[in-house]
Nanobody
Framework: QVQLVESGGGLVQAGVSLRLSCAASGRTFICYAMGWFRQAPGKERDFVGAISWNGGSTYYADSVKGRFTISRDNAKNKVYLQMNILKPEDTAVYYC???????????????????WGQGTQVTVSS
């Protein structure tokens, strides 16, 4: 069982940076791939990025590639989403998710993740 708690969201202006954190419970955090997803008002939840259990592989949606960076600290049971050059279209509730990493999961597919956080709101004003 893994419990996830996101933090770091807020209201910011376009062009600035923000870092989201996701704290995970459980001693087996190192075994889990971690994903970030977001859901804007009236839209479906979309893949943002993911990181493999050891941080050796990262994956990003085209819309955030080059601006967002995912990292993890397995000693602290945390995963981070560094968001740079924020745009109004990045406004959404951001969720972290965890799934046992077999090395073969589809990291971009929200249906593959078992555990989810409650989300943190990010609002980017123009």
């Amino acid at each position: 069982q893994v419990q996830l708690v996101e933090s770091g969201g807020g209201l910011v202006q376009a062009g600035v940076s923000l870092r989201l954190s996701c704290a995970a419970s459980g001693r087996t955090f190192i075994c889990y791939a971690m994903g970030w997803f977001r859901q804007a008002p009236g839209k479906e939840r979309d893949f943002v990025g993911a990181i493999s259990w050891n941080g050796g592989s990262t994956y990003y949606a085209d819309s955030v590639k080059g601006r967002f960076t995912i990292s993890r600290d397995n000693a602290k049971n945390k995963v981070y989403l560094q968001m740079n050059i924020l745009k109004p279209e990045d406004t959404a509730v951001y969720y972290c998710a965890a799934e046992y990493d077999t090395g073969r999961i589809a990291y971009y597919d929200e249906r593959r993740y078992t555990y989810w956080g409650q989300g943190t709101q990010v609002t980017v004003s123009s």
